[in-house]
């Protein structure tokens, strides 16, 4: 397998399942060197209090054929993510890609609770997770990834910037933080753009995540026996490696600083990439959604995988 990634360093902040893991994996299918940050790891848990660690990211990106280093890192505490940069400038010399996917929120996140109506604290405490800590982790991560002209910035999101421009996300405290990390990449893209950096947003669709797989009583080996609980779900879904090979496409492109300040979709750019998901599909879910799903239509994933 071809790696055009050996050799670089790669951070992904918020590696430990979902859309960070399958980042970090990817990047480690093309040869890269990945730290792999979270708070869970084989010793301790977050509140999420699941069973994914970061070790086990780490495993998995240099069984890809890269390179896993797992980092306990809470990406709220400066000083942790400073030290982090400083390890990774000691040991590597050098950082040429960050990706922003720390979140944590979704045991927070109360569907269509009214502002008024949201738990305040909960709502607050989103936004931390998944805006301060973006802020933090490119405040210290910048200063390395400068260095070197070429360096890529993804953001991690959910929504493209023309969707979330004209739909109501779930609630006000996470309408906020998902519409955040699109901005974050259009102003890191305008400061990192005189060093020869690129800063981009990227969503997955309906991704097949961990938390998500079990919600509907499912595999990533059976996920489309989901159709009875949602059928949009098992007609349209992802992996989140096919997010991952999004990011390492773009890491990837010479010419990826014609997309600095832009927002992609993971779909989108399979059609430009020519990658696929882990069954060979490239599954279109945010066209999906505006012609299909949200039009009250069927299920019918013909054209859009």
């Keep these: 397998m071809s790696q055009p990634l050996l050799g670089r360093i790669a951070l992904v902040a918020g590696a430990t399942r979902g859309a960070g893991r399958g980042a ?3 990047l480690g299918e093309a040869g890269a060197t990945v730290y792999c940050t979270g708070r869970t790891t084989r010793g301790s848990r977050s509140e999420y209090d ?11 990106v240099t069984a890809a054929g890269g390179v896993g280093i797992a980092v306990a890192v809470d990406h709220l505490e400066p000083e942790a993510v400073d ?20 979140w944590g929120g979704e045991n927070l ?7 008024w109506e949201h738990d305040l604290s909960g709502g ?32 991690m999101t959910d929504g493209t910037r023309s969707y979330n421009s004209g739909h109501y996300r779930l609630s ?28 981009v947003a990227l969503t997955p669709g309906w991704m097949r995540s961990e938390i998500m797989l079990e919600h509907f009583g499912v595999t990533e080996a059976n996920w489309r026996d989901a159709a009875d609980a949602q059928p949009h779900f098992a007609a349209i879904s992802e992996s989140p490696l096919f997010v991952g090979r999004a990011v390492a496409a773009l890491a990837a492109d010479p010419e990826v600083h014609r997309r600095n300040g832009g927002s992609f979709s993971s779909g989108g750019l399979a059609k430009e990439y020519g990658f696929t998901d882990v069954d060979g599909s ?5 066209r999906y959604l505006v012609e299909v799903q949200d039009p009250g239509h069927p299920p019918d994933p013909s054209g859009y995988r």
């Excluded at 490239?282 to 945010?286: E, H, K």
């Design 83 to 102: 030290a982090l940069v400083q390890r990774i400038e000691s040991e590597q010399g050098r950082l040429d890609i960050l990706v922003n996917d720390i």
């Design 24 to 26: 970090a994996v990817a």
């Design 124 to 155: 607050l405490r989103m936004l931390r997770l998944g805006v301060e800590t973006h802020l933090i982790t490119s405040h210290f991560a910048l200063r390395l990834l400068v260095r070197t002209p070429g360096g890529l910035v993804v953001e």
């Design 172 to 199: 006000a405290f996470y309408d906020l933080a998902k519409t955040a990390a699109l901005r974050l990449a259009f102003t890191q893209g305008h400061e990192l753009a005189p060093f020869g950096g690129t800063a």
């Design 109 to 115: 996140l109360e569907w269509d609770a009214p502002l």
């Design 50 to 60: 699941r069973p994914e660690t970061i070790e086990d990211t780490a495993d998995l």
């Design 282 to 286: 490239t599954p279109d879910c945010w």
